[in-house]
């Protein structure tokens, strides 16, 4: 009962019950498609505090939140991350704490995370080239990454998803590579069509775009793709393959087909906004409630239930021309 008259719904009727919460602004790598080479990353005083986002936490898993994931930039970078892992992980009624990771740290925390209580990871990763890798990451180390990817199986990890962005020219033709690795490993693999945040200009994004389409029907000249109707709370359209059952290949597509109509999810930015679209600006400051009224929980929950009404549609994202968002992705929380 309380669940239902607790829920947050916004305009259109749908139920918000994911929460994707950025941790820090700050990464190890320099992804082309995520941010610039020379970044300029926020005043620690202008980001929130562990207390803070653990407050954000609290209220929304307190209105019906059953998922959510720490991003960043790299939220394996933020000092106090298990600590704060574990605190948000034993809220009442939470059930599922996911993380976001480059795998760069996951060598030395995948097992303190587990232990802390987070349920599944995603791990990012573009090429199984190492000269490849470390020019789309401009800082990786391939070898690190992937003893990472193997550190969280080793630490008890069920479930993870590699996430792969396809940029045409650059690793498309690793397609079928990346799901042989996943396979072997008995990962899941989401393949994500580039969103066009933050200007950049180490590649034009028209020239650089991949369809979900395309890349499942490369993938479907080796495989044999078994539609699912499985989800995993998020925007990834999820196949099977018939020749490795333990294996799930998703399709994240802005692009080519949005997944606005069934949108569950907000954002909260570094910076303590709360972005109730990806690919819109639309958002409500939660960091001066938090700051101007410290410890009113049942002024950040007006606040929250406020914001719902807020959320657009749609995104209207666009393959090349303009950015219309110009804030980058390690900002927004990837």
Known sequence: MEENTRALIDGFNRRIDYLRMSVTDRCDFRCVYCMAEDMQFLPRQQILSLEELYQVAERFVALGTRKIRLTGGE?????GIVELCARIAALPGLRELCLTSNGSQLGRLAQPLFDAGVSRLNISLDSL????????????????VIAGIDAARSAGFQR???????????????????????????LDISFIEEMPLGVINEHERGESYCSSDEVRARIAEHFTLVDSAES??????????????????????PHSHNFCATCNRVRLTVEGRLLLCLGNEHSMDLKQILRAHPGDAERLERAIRDAMQLKPYRHHFEVGGEVQILRFMNMTGG
Not at 75 to 79: A, E, G, S
Not at 232 to 253: C, D, K, N
Request: glycine share 6%; charged share 30%; net charge positive.
């Open 129 to 144: 080239d190492a000269e490849r890798f470390r020019s789309l990451t401009r800082t990786g180390d391939l070898n690190q």
């Open 75 to 79: 939220p394996l970078v933020r000092q």
């Open 232 to 253: 995993s709370q998020g925007p990834a359209r999820y196949w099977r393959l018939a020749e490795a059952p333990h294996t799930r290949v998703g399709f994240i597509s």
């Open 160 to 186: 993870t998803k590699l996430n792969c962005v396809v940029l045409k020219g650059r690793n498309d033709h690793e397609i079928i590579d990346l799901v042989r690795f996943a396979v072997d490993r008995e």
